[in-house]
Antibody, heavy 121, light 107 residues
Framework: EVQLVESGGGLVQPGRSMKLSCAASGFTFSDYYMAWVRQAPKKGLEWVASISYEGSSTYYGDSVKGRFTISRDNAKSTLYLQMNSLRSEDTATYYC??????????????WGPGTMVTVSS | DIQMTQSPTSLAASVGESVTITCLASEDIYGSLVWYQQKPGKSPQLLIYGATILEDGIPSRFSGSGSDTQYSLKINSLQPEDFASYYCQNGLSTPYTFGAGTKLELK
């Protein structure tokens, strides 16, 4: 059974940093691109970042580019999101998601339960 | 970036009815359209990818259609568990943009 479990969320002050983790199990982690998707309270979904199989390629949304870093440790089947210079608008539930592909189409077939990040003084 | 415009924003229906949600892409996404369902307090669940392909385990009352820039999700014979929010997603390329969502409520 595929499982994704995020951790590391909480309350953080504006301008500070936070690192999220996502522990994966039930599949061969290195066979999949992985991603972070967030959802601000009462709002829609926003893709944050994606990372390739071995981590050599990373992709970011404009709102986090230069501040967030996605990485992975395939030996530990763990995905990370390093968030720096946090802003109030980064307040959201952060989901770890497995990206599958179908003839070049990217979609998220499994999601973790999410971890809440609140940026506030 | 490809913009995804979803409509309606909210929709009220009764059990047993059929509903349709639409998603308009700002440019041709060549069928690379994905639909998710999200229930309150839960993570999204994949329903349909490639505009028409039903994910394993998803009931056949859900169906997707469309091409180029216009896509639809149809739910036939609504069940109580179908009242949730629905999101479309551009799967053609990053950034993977989502529609703003449609909240399906019980009338």
């Amino acid at each position: 059974e595929v499982q994704l479990v995020e951790s590391g969320g909480g309350l953080v002050q504006p301008g500070r940093s936070m690192k999220l983790s996502c522990a994966a199990s039930g599949f061969t982690f290195s066979d999949y691109y992985m991603a972070w998707v967030r959802q601000a309270p009462k709002k829609g979904l926003e893709w944050v970042a994606s990372i390739s199989y071995e981590g050599s390629s990373t992709y970011y949304g404009d709102s986090v580019k230069g501040r967030f870093t996605i990485s992975r440790d395939n030996a530990k089947s763990t995905l990370y999101l390093q968030m720096n210079s946090l802003r109030s608008e980064d307040t959201a539930t952060y989901y770890c998601a497995r990206r599958d592909v179908y003839y070049g189409l990217g979609y998220f077939d499994f999601w973790g339960p999410g971890t809440m990040v609140t940026v506030s003084s | 970036d490809i913009q995804m415009t979803q409509s309606p924003t909210s929709l009220a229906a009764s059990v047993g009815e059929s509903v349709t949600i639409t998603c308009l892409a700002s440019e041709d996404i060549y069928g690379s359209l994905v639909w998710y369902q999200q229930k309150p307090g839960k993570s999204p669940q994949l329903l349909i990818y490639g505009a028409t392909i039903l994910e394993d385990g998803i009931p056949s009352r859900f169906s997707g259609s469309g091409s180029d820039t216009q896509y639809s999700l149809k739910i036939n014979s609504l069940q109580p568990e179908d009242f949730a929010s629905y999101y479309c997603q551009n799967g053609l390329s990053t950034p993977y943009t989502f529609g703003a969502g449609t909240k399906l409520e019980l009338k």
